[in-house]
């Protein structure tokens, strides 16, 4: 009976996981998109400005606007890498794995403390019980 709620339960968080994973990459790739929308408006804005208005003929780079374009273009690439291609590396599963290395180094570290804390404490306790063994022994130092 028990097991049954447990198991659920699990799978709810599971559940809730997995939707909030896919809910990240839709906002991600919904921003891409309004990038993309952005790029397409604005690299038409530039190339009317120029050309066609002929406002920025007077910049000391003649077809400075090809320049921003391609800059620009190089932004939306590096945009689409990471939403496509570094997510996939550096996705839900390596984060999940580096959680897990960093938990088993801090658990590691603990033990290593509660080992050093225990000794010193073992070590303490000695010293109080050969005290006490000499306090015994030898009533009158006291």
Known sequence: ??????????????QRLQYEYARKRIVQKKKLMRH?????????LLIIINPVLGIGKDFFIENWFVWAILIWAFLF???LL???????????EWEDKQLEKLKARQTERISEL?????????????????????NLQNPENE
């Open 114 to 134: 509660q080992k050093q804390v225990d000794s010193k404490l073992l070590q303490k306790e000695t010293e109080v019980k050969k005290n006490e063994e000499l």
């Open 77 to 79: 690439l590096v945009h």
């Open 36 to 44: 993309f929308i952005v790029f397409l408006a604005g690299s038409l």
């Open 82 to 92: 990471n939403v496509f291609i570094m997510n996939k590396f550096m996705g839900k």
């Open 1 to 14: 009976m028990f097991s049954k709620n447990k198991k659920t339960e699990e799978f709810d968080h599971e």
